[in-house]
Structure formats: structure tokens, C-alpha cells
């Protein structure tokens, strides 16, 4: 069963509005977790790092403001899209490692789709 | 630069046929190579985790190789099935703490029958 769980699955918001995408993860801690975005055929790309109790670090051109990123658990991160536009429509996955990372596994979350109209 | 180059960029192939997915990386210092399945509109799954010491390692009928000499990693899969159908991915983490994971753009596998 997935280890990283998201929620939720697909969205879609009008622009203008605020969207929260939880990402959890089941079965251990995660130190740290990690948000992407993936467009349509393309790689994912790294928004930003977030580490429990600690302000995330965000990318180069990934503006801090517009995703906000929570880290509250060690089991919980939320990303909040603010003042959403259609140029956010994309799909976002997480992706969490624990306390021990002894084997070294990343997991990744199932992905949510943000569809802004 | 660090960059992880992978080819081709998508493949087709009939059901039960092999191939060979091909990935070069840049990235230095080298920690490990990962091999990553995803389904369209999925998010990745872990197929394979490499260090600088293993040269092959199995899963199922995915097999990856590593030559850190080099800096390439292959994934072979055996006897395709559709539901290998999917876009694989390559992904090198560096050796320096703090730093995720470096990406490369996939390959895209189509099985048909």
C-alpha cells in the first residue's frame, strides 16, 4: 500500500482562489518532505524542500509567497496554492523521506492534479 | 552542470519483447541512481536504488546496471507486458547533504500487442 498519501487527487478551483494540497505520510516520520510540479511530458521540478518545524526552502523562480509550504508534523505537509491562475494547472507530487533514511528510499506521494479555470 | 541525460525519449515495443532504457549523468559527487516507474498522472514508484559500489540490481523483470566509471545506468526490462506501458525515470542524488534529487526527463514506454 502507498507509504505517501495526497490529497487531494485532482482539484480544480477558479482563479483567484486558494487551494491546499495535503501531502501525509502512513507508515513512518518524515524529516523531510519535498514538493514538484510536473507539466504535461515533462520531468518533475523541485518547488521546494520543507523540513519538520522549519521554514521550507524553496527553488530558484519558485516564488515563496504563492506556494506556501507547511511542515507542522512529521507525518503532514500542505502546500497552498494562493491566488491561483491557469498557468498553475499542473500536477503536483510530494515526496517524503524518514528520520533513519536508512535505506535510503525516497516515497513519493500519488500526485494531485490543480486544474484552475 | 549536473544533468541526467536519458534516451531514448520514448520507445515502442510489442508485448514480450525486451528493451533497454539508457541513462548518462553529470552529477558529481554521486550518491546513488535511482530508477523510477510512472503511470500517467501517477506519482513515481521506486524500481531501483544503486550506490557507487553495485553494479546490477534486480527487480522482478527490471534490471538496472551502473557504471560509475562511466556515469551510465541502464534498466532493462524483460518480456514486456502492457502494464509496463509507462514513463521511467532516472534520477541521481548527489553526495552533499541537504540537496533532493536531480531528474532526468524520462523515457516513454509504449507496449502493444
Known amino acids: 500500500g502507498a507509504v505517501v498519501s495526497q490529497h487531494p487527487s485532482w482539484v480544480i478551483c477558479k482563479s483567484g482562489t486558494s487551494v491546499k494540497i495535503e501531502c501525509r505520510s502512513l507508515?513512518?516520520?518524515?524529516?523531510?518532505m519535498f514538493w514538484y510540479r510536473q507539466f504535461p511530458k515533462q520531468s518533475l521540478m523541485l518547488m521546494a524542500t520543507?523540513?519538520?518545524?522549519?521554514?521550507?526552502?524553496?527553488e530558484q523562480g519558485v516564488e515563496k509567497d504563492k506556494f506556501l509550504i507547511n511542515h507542522a508534523s512529521l507525518t503532514l505537509s500542505t502546500l497552498t496554492v494562493t491566488s491561483a491562475h491557469p498557468e498553475d494547472s499542473s500536477f503536483y507530487i510530494c515526496?517524503?523521506?524518514?528520520?533513519?533514511?536508512?535505506?535510503?528510499?525516497?516515497?513519493f506521494g500519488e500526485g494531485s492534479w490543480l486544474t484552475v479555470v | 552542470k549536473n544533468q541526467v541525460e536519458q534516451s531514448p525519449q520514448s520507445l515502442i515495443i510489442l508485448e514480450g519483447k525486451n528493451c533497454t532504457l539508457q541513462?548518462?549523468?553529470?552529477?558529481?559527487?554521486?550518491?546513488?541512481l535511482r530508477w523510477y516507474k510512472q503511470d500517467t498522472g501517477r506519482g513515481p514508484v521506486s524500481l531501483t536504488i544503486m550506490t557507487f559500489s553495485e553494479n546490477t540490481k534486480s527487480n522482478g523483470r527490471y534490471t538496472a546496471t551502473l557504471d560509475a566509471d562511466t556515469k551510465q545506468s541502464s534498466l532493462h526490462i524483460t518480456a514486456s507486458q502492457l502494464s509496463d506501458s509507462a514513463s521511467y525515470i532516472c534520477?541521481?542524488?548527489?553526495?552533499?547533504?541537504?540537496?533532493?534529487?536531480?531528474f532526468g526527463k524520462g523515457t516513454t514506454l509504449s507496449v502493444s500487442s
Open positions: 515526496s517524503a523521506r524518514g528520520r533513519n533514511y536508512a535505506g535510503n528510499t525516497i516515497y
Open positions: 541513462c548518462n549523468y553529470t552529477v558529481s559527487p554521486f550518491s546513488n
Open positions: 534520477v541521481v542524488k548527489k553526495n552533499q547533504a541537504g540537496t533532493a534529487l536531480i
Open positions: 507508515d513512518f516520520q518524515a524529516t523531510t
Open positions: 520543507s523540513n519538520e518545524g522549519s521554514k521550507a526552502t524553496y
